[in-house]
Structures are given as structure tokens and as C-alpha cells.
């Protein structure tokens, strides 16, 4: 892990989302089974917002099962973040060093200070995804959310389709990207979860 480059596409509904994971395409350049997982993330931060007030993010969600604690950060480019992602049973010192040892910003071990970290927001989603393999032998991750968002009492749906680039040049993956903009008349996602989620009361 390190960068991730990611794209987020606004879906009408999880009708919408259905008919775009039908189209031919995507069944041509599919490498492997669709996986279905339920997700519930849990985005944390101290009281003074230091993580979010630097455009960081700390989470830990459940995949299917499996526990995962998670560090993102900004970069100079608006679709792309600093990702290190270790399994771990919670957010605690523990999952710090380990994503230190992963190779995350020594900066977070400041940030988590004494760990007077709690939950601020979250979202609770089924992910259905697949691997994409374009014709230069790029791999990028299709994965298609459809959930809630919550706040501390409020909820709104959301569904939307997401496009990461797992291996090789960035190039067919963006032609896709466009493709899908252009047949479904989708429109991108500026707004990562946790920036919605904060949104709600």
C-alpha cells in the first residue's frame, strides 16, 4: 500500500447500479467472480479534529468479517491519497504501530496522541466487486456501493460506483471511467464518505 487512485461515480439508485454492473463490457474485461461483502466503517477522530482538519482519515470498518483499521492522506492530486491499511481488532495503539510498520506518516502516532480518539460518523454498505483487467494489462478494482451514511443521529442513503487502480498505468482505467460517465450519464463524486457523513447531524 501507499497511493491509491480512485474514482466515484453518483449512482441514481441500486436499480441504476444494477443495470451498469450488467453491461458487456464490464463482463469482458472481468478477471474474476463478483464478491458481495457487507461493510460498517466507523471513521474516528479526537475532539479538536485533528485528524479531519488535515484532510486525514481514520477508520475501521468490517469486511466481510475480517477487521480492518485504515490510515488515508491527502495528496497534491484530488483523486488520488496516501492508503495504509492493517487487520486489527479496533482502533488502538496496537493498530498505530502496526500501520506505522506498514510504512503510514510517522505524523500519525502524533496524531493519535493519547488516544483520545472516539467515533464521529459512519457508513453501513453491501460492496459488490470484481477485478478489471484493460487491454494494456492494467488492473484497476469495480465496486459498486449502495448503503447508509450516518451522523450521530441522522441517516441518508447513498449509492455509487467506484473505480481503483490496483496495477499499471492509469490510462484505460480513465477511458473506462469515461465510458461509464458517458453511458449511464454519471457524474463524479467530488465528496469521500466520511466528508458526507460530517455533513449529517
Known amino acids: ?12 439508485d441500486e436499480q441504476s447500479l444494477a443495470a451498469i454492473l450488467r453491461d458487456p463490457k464490464i463482463a469482458a474485461l472481468r478477471q474474476d467472480d463478483w464478491q458481495e461483502r457487507r461493510m460498517k466503517t466507523t471513521y474516528y477522530d479526537a475532539v479538536d479534529r485533528r485528524f479531519t482538519s488535515q484532510f486525514w482519515t481514520f477508520r475501521h470498518r468490517i469486511e466481510g468479517g475480517k477487521s480492518v483499521v485504515c490510515v488515508k492522506t ?39 496522541g493519547a488516544g483520545d480518539v ?6 453501513e454498505f453491501t460492496r459488490r466487486s470484481c477485478m478489471l483487467r484493460f487491454e494494456d494489462g492494467s488492473l484497476a478494482e469495480l465496486a459498486g456501493d449502495c448503503g447508509i451514511l450516518r451522523g450521530e443521529t441522522e441517516k441518508v442513503p447513498f449509492t455509487e460506483l467506484e473505480l481503483e487502480l490496483y496495477d499499471g498505468s492509469p490510462d484505460k482505467m480513465l ?5 461509464l460517465k458517458a453511458q449511464y450519464s454519471l457524474s463524479e463524486q467530488p465528496l469521500s464518505k466520511i466528508a458526507r457523513a460530517m455533513k449529517l447531524k
Open 118 to 123: 472516539a467515533p464521529i460518523c459512519g457508513a
Open 74 to 112: 491527502p495528496t497534491e492530486d484530488s483523486h488520488t491519497r496516501g492508503e495504509w491499511q492493517v487487520e486489527a481488532d479496533g482502533i488502538n495503539l496496537n493498530a498505530v504501530e502496526a500501520l506505522l510498520l506498514a510504512g503510514a506518516p510517522k505524523e500519525l502516532l502524533f496524531l493519535y
Open 175 to 179: 477511458e473506462f471511467v469515461d465510458y
Open 1 to 12: 500500500m501507499g497511493r491509491e487512485l480512485e474514482y466515484k461515480l453518483r449512482v441514481a
